[in-house]
């Protein structure tokens, strides 16, 4: 990764990182390269990517969300993101890694290994997680890049605690879905409490940044299949 960029964005996100924890992400950066040749993991490879793309992405939400101790789930979280680089910055989170795919949670088992992160490495899919073991589990739920805010929202919510707290990493452009997610967010028993614009340092990208408060539990309808999940998110 390019350390020198890494470094800009977490001081202008008012974060910073010990030299142990710098050596982390540059080892997380490697072994996601290494990786990257053998499975698909990620179409950002370049040593500025992985440094603005994925860790200050991932990291963006700390600049305004206290995410420090509790429980923390990823979901979908693909090689890390944005799971890992907040379990780097904030030890203090207990977290779990969720993905469909095998082979990206061996890919996470062994850097978890290799970096002396502890952390609980699940292959498996959202809405089946969230129909038995871990409904109603996590203190904060995070995703990027998974589905549509509609969707979502489905693999998400379930898995929130009442009184926890889901938060999606979304686009710029994310306003329409946001705002057709609405119903569905109330059904599951969120509440969008707010959407925050949050400029990605170190580019031109902009997020939205969702949270949605889990103000009761979900109905035992939710969540559906994941065929009619995505019929609804449509
Ligand atoms: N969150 C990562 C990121 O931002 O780089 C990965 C994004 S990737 C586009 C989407 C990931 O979600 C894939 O790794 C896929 O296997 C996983 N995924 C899709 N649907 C899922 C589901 N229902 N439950 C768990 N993982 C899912």
Do not use: Q
Request: with cysteine; glycine share 10%; net charge neutral.
């Amino acid at each position: 990764m390019n350390t020198e960029l890494f470094l800009n964005g977490l001081d202008e996100l008012g974060l910073s990182a010990d030299a142990d924890t710098i050596r982390k992400f540059a080892r997380y950066s490697e072994l996601l390269r290494e990786w990257n040749e053998k499975i698909n993991l990620t179409a950002i490879t370049d040593s500025d990517g992985i440094a603005v793309k994925h860790f200050l992405d991932s990291l963006l939400p700390l600049k305004y969300i206290d995410i420090s101790g509790g429980s923390l789930a990823d979901i979908g979280t693909g090689a890390g993101f944005p799971g890992l680089p907040i379990k780097l910055l904030r030890p203090g989170v207990r977290l779990t890694l969720v993905d469909s795919l095998k082979k990206r949670i061996s890919f996470l088992s062994e850097v978890c290994g290799g970096l002396g992160v502890e952390a609980d490495c699940v292959h498996g899919r959202a809405e089946e997680l969230g129909r038995k073991e871990f409904r109603d589990s996590f203190d904060t739920v995070v995703s990027r890049a998974v589905a549509n805010m509609t969707a979502l929202s489905e693999y998400c919510l379930p898995l929130v605690k009442p009184g926890g707290r889901f938060i999606a990493l979304k686009s710029e452009g994310a306003d329409a879905e946001i705002d057709a997610a609405r119903p569905i967010i109330g059904t599951l028993g969120g509440k969008i409490s707010e959407i925050i614009t949050a400029p990605l340092p170190e580019s031109d990208i902009v997020r939205k940044i969702v949270i949605i408060e889990k103000i009761k539990p979900t109905p035992e309808a939710f969540p559906r299949s994941a065929k009619k999940i995505n019929r609804a998110g449509k």
